[in-house]
């Protein structure tokens, strides 16, 4: 891979490139490019939605944090009430 000092922008060949866009790997000058959350990305990068991985990847760990919830609170009553049937039935006579 080359430097970036050696790289050129994709938008403008004459132009020395000054920043790589971290969302589509392309080098830009700085006309280019915009800051977005704390990083310098293209523009069409800033557009673009959320890309659908993200998402994936939140939803399927929302759906096994909740699977584990489920699954640990159905574990806490069972052996509470397993608990509770060994209790002898003199224990509640009044």
Known sequence: MTPLVEQ?????????????CPGCRRFFCRECVTEHAG???????????????????????WLLGAAA???????????????LARIPSDFFAV
């Open 8 to 20: 050129r922008c994709v938008n403008h060949p004459s132009r020395e490139a000054v920043v790589r």
């Open 39 to 61: 990083r310098l990305i293209c523009a069409s990068c800033a557009a673009a939605p959320l890309s659908q991985p993200r998402a994936r990847s939140s939803t399927f760990a």
């Open 69 to 83: 919830g489920f699954v640990l609170a159905w574990l806490a009553f069972y052996y509470l009430g397993l608990a």
